[in-house]
């Protein structure tokens, strides 16, 4: 069905607009991908969903018309551990590459998959350059025990190019929430979703139920998937869709702060995780905690 049709659904506004069933959604989202809507199309579909908000059906047509063009990572005999990095680090040290080394130095085979979708932060693919972790140019299996890093281009090229709309139209548009729920594993995979607001806590986890997915949620570090090292977070986990909270939050700060870098730096990120997987300095005692949630994930 031609694009404008379900624009005059969800381009009502926040009160008139009315939800699209999955199907309608797949439809919608693989025109989408696929690069066959104008461009006057696609920003009136970035906006209408900006103002309207995705519901639960819409983004599992969403993950359905994304699954059905994705390249996936090979499964192996154990769960993949999905790593989602997105946001990047704007004001803390960004730490989504210790979780993952972490998980591989405990045997699970990690990816971490990202895009910079601006100019003003330090990203997961700056960190990895640092750390010696080049991008994966193909896709390819990932070992127990190994951690990859895979460009969203390289998944899913018209998932890229629609996240690469908000440094035209200046606002993050339904592809940011998608690539946080998705599983690119061929196999079973543990998701690492994070949220920066409550109401996404709600959204995400209704996602993760209708999916059947088996994932972690928490309120990450700056929207990334890794916890702030400075506090507790409360950590729901999902197996097959069901909720159970794994963590509960602590209130306030730790009452000891782990000795972080001062800035954002990449090389300055990457020798402080360097001294952490040597033993020279402690994991950080929520990100040790979201570790062990992991494991336990992986082996239900």
């Known amino acids: 069905m031609p694009i404008s049709h379900y624009i005059k659904e969800i381009g009502r506004g926040k009160d008139g607009a009315r939800p699209l069933i999955r199907e309608q959604s797949a439809d919608l989202f693989g025109q989408v991908l696929d690069g066959t809507v104008t461009d006057l199309e696609l920003g009136a579909f970035v906006i209408a969903m900006r103002i309207k908000g995705e519901t639960v059906g819409e ?8 699954y059905a063009r994705m390249q996936r990572i090979p499964a192996t005999d154990k ?17 989504t590459p210790l979780l993952g080394l972490l998980l591989a130095q405990r045997g699970l085979p990690v990816l ?11 990203f997961v693919s700056n960190v990895l350059i640092a750390l010696d972790i080049p991008a994966q140019a ?11 890093f895979a460009p969203t281009e390289l998944l899913c090229p018209g998932l890229a190019r629609l996240l690469a709309v908000r440094r035209v139209v200046g606002l993050r548009n339904s592809a940011h929430s998608l690539v946080k729920l998705m599983n690119p594993s061929a196999g079973a995979a543990v998701v690492v979703g994070s949220y920066t607001h409550p109401e996404y ?23 990334e998937s890794v916890a702030d090292a400075r506090r507790m977070p409360q950590m729901d986990g999902f197996v097959a869709g069901q909720c159970t909270v794994l963590q509960e939050a602590q209130k306030g700060t730790l009452a000891s702060l782990p000795e972080l870098p001062t800035g954002t730096d ?15 300095l402690p ?18």
């Not at 983004?59 to 994304?66: I, N, P, R, S, V």
């Not at 790593?83 to 704007?90: D, E, I, K, V």
């Not at 971490?112 to 330090?122: D, L, Y």
């Not at 806590?201 to 929207?223: D, I, N």
């Open 59 to 66: 983004m599992a047509g969403f993950l359905d018309a994304t």
């Open 79 to 95: 769960p993949l551990v999905v790593l989602p990095s997105y946001n990047g680090a704007r004001k803390l040290p960004l730490l």
């Open 112 to 122: 971490i998959h990202g895009a910079a979708t601006e100019s003003t932060r330090v």
């Open 138 to 148: 193909a896709i390819q299996n990932i070992a127990n025990g190994e951690l990859g």
């Open 201 to 223: 806590a709600l959204s995400m986890a209704a996602v993760f139920e209708k999916m059947g997915s088996t994932a972690l949620l928490l309120r990450g570090t700056e929207g």
């Open 266 to 280: 990449a090389a300055d990120t990457a020798a402080y995780i360097r001294r952490v997987l040597a033993g020279d």
């Open 283 to 300: 994991v950080p005692g929520p990100i040790a905690r979201q570790v062990e949630c992991i494991l336990q994930l992986a082996s239900a």
